[in-house]
């Protein structure tokens, strides 16, 4: 069993930047394609980033293509995504999961940590 635990997030003025950070065990995480994710207040979840099991290849959501870099250390068991050019509607709860079954629908997720990212 896989266990997730993100760290990192806090208030940020719009146009800092945030590094946050994944933390995994229990598991052997590093054969996992793992991604970000993040819910806004009001909204549904959404897709932000994912990195493949090797960290050789990763995508993103358009809104944060040239600001959010994805990456992971297999050797520590932790995955980051450096945030920069923050906006205010980047302000969510960032989720990281590992295990993917479909884009939205991943084996294991973290309890998330708050960005706020004020104007």
């Known amino acids: 069993q896989v266990q997730l635990v993100e760290s990192g997030g806090g208030l940020v003025q719009a146009g800092g930047s945030l590094r946050l950070s994944c933390a995994a065990s229990?598991?052997?995480?590093?054969?996992?394609?793992m991604a970000w994710f993040r819910q806004a207040p009001g909204k549904g979840r959404e897709f932000v980033a994912t990195?493949?099991?090797?960290?050789?290849?990763?995508d993103y959501a358009d809104f944060v293509k040239g600001r959010f870099t994805i990456s992971r250390d297999n050797a520590k068991n932790i995955m980051s995504l450096q945030m920069n050019s923050l906006k205010s509607e980047d302000t969510a709860v960032y989720y990281c999961?590992?295990?993917?079954?479909?884009?939205?629908?991943?084996?294991?997720w973290g309890q998330g940590t708050q960005v706020t990212v004020s104007s």
């Open positions: 229990g598991g052997t995480v590093r054969t996992y394609a």
């Open positions: 990195i493949s099991a090797s960290g050789g290849g990763a």
């Open positions: 999961a590992a295990g993917r079954l479909t884009i939205q629908i991943w084996r294991y």
